[in-house]
T-cell receptor
Framework: GQQLNQSPQSMFIQEGEDVSMNCTSS?????WLWYKQEPGEGPVLLIA?????ELTSNGRLTAQFGITRKDSFLNISASIPSDVGIYFC???????????FGKGTRLHILP | DGGITQSPKYLFRKEGQNVTLSCEQN?????MYWYRQDPGQGLRLIYY???????QKGDIAEGYSVSREKKESFPLTVTSAQKNPTAFYLC???????????FGQGTRLTVV
């Protein structure tokens, strides 16, 4: 089936640093979504992107829908301890009803 | 409050028994989804439904069944045919096929 390649798989950063993660695919997407999941909980939507080239911010988070419609990135600025968790990208494929997920980026923040 | 509710949060079953996981939403969403998550893994689509009385298989439908008799409800049955049923199960809904999905809190199923 179609795949989303999310990287990096995990990150260890110092508090206050900026973070960048991305998702790529060989398929074209209509929608890109970024979620955060904490242990034992369901993913929570952070940012939704609907148009190629769209750049959207939500507080310290910024995400972009790639021009080719095959990729997206998420940046977190000035990381804080509560940013710890797993970040998932998800995309809705062009001409398909399904939303598929990347394998996640696990963010660890060192004191 | 509007939202999507999964119950129970933890479920234990003996091997060979069927078990049904509940998912209810009061968001008036047309589309509903079931995903499975294994430790350290992403979410894999089991079944999805875009409208009442209609549903489609996802990537890992074998050993699972669903129904969509009401717009607000999309229960998932894990049958004895599912070889490795222990996992975290997540239900989601979206307004339609082109909008973002919102998740429930998940059900952790353990089969012993």
């Amino acid at each position: 089936g179609q795949q989303l390649n999310q990287s990096p798989q995990s990150m260890f950063i110092q508090e206050g640093e900026d973070v960048s993660m991305n998702c790529t695919s060989s398929s074209i997407f209509n929608t890109w979504l970024w979620y955060k999941q904490e242990p034992g909980e369901g993913p929570v939507l952070l940012i939704a992107l609907y148009k190629a080239g769209e750049l959207t911010s939500n507080g310290r988070l910024t995400a972009q829908f790639g021009i080719t419609r095959k990729d997206s990135f998420l940046n977190i600025s000035a990381s804080i301890p509560s940013d710890v968790g797993i970040y998932f990208c998800a995309g809705q494929l062009y001409r398909d009803d399904k939303i598929i997920f990347g394998k996640g980026t696990r963010l660890h923040i060192l004191p | 409050d509007g939202g999507i509710t999964q119950s129970p949060k933890y479920l234990f079953r003996k091997e060979g028994q069927n078990v049904t996981l509940s998912c209810e939403q009061n968001l008036n969403h047309d589309a509903m989804y079931w995903y499975r998550q294994d430790p350290g893994q992403g979410l894999r689509l089991i079944y999805y439904s875009q409208i009442v009385n209609d549903f489609q298989k996802g990537d890992i439908a074998e050993g699972y069944s669903v129904s969509r008799e009401k717009k607000e409800s999309f229960p998932l049955t894990v049958t004895s045919a599912q070889k490795n049923p222990t996992a975290f199960y997540l239900c989601a809904s979206s307004m339609d096929r082109n909008t973002e999905a919102f998740f429930g809190q998940g059900t952790r199923l353990t089969v012993v």
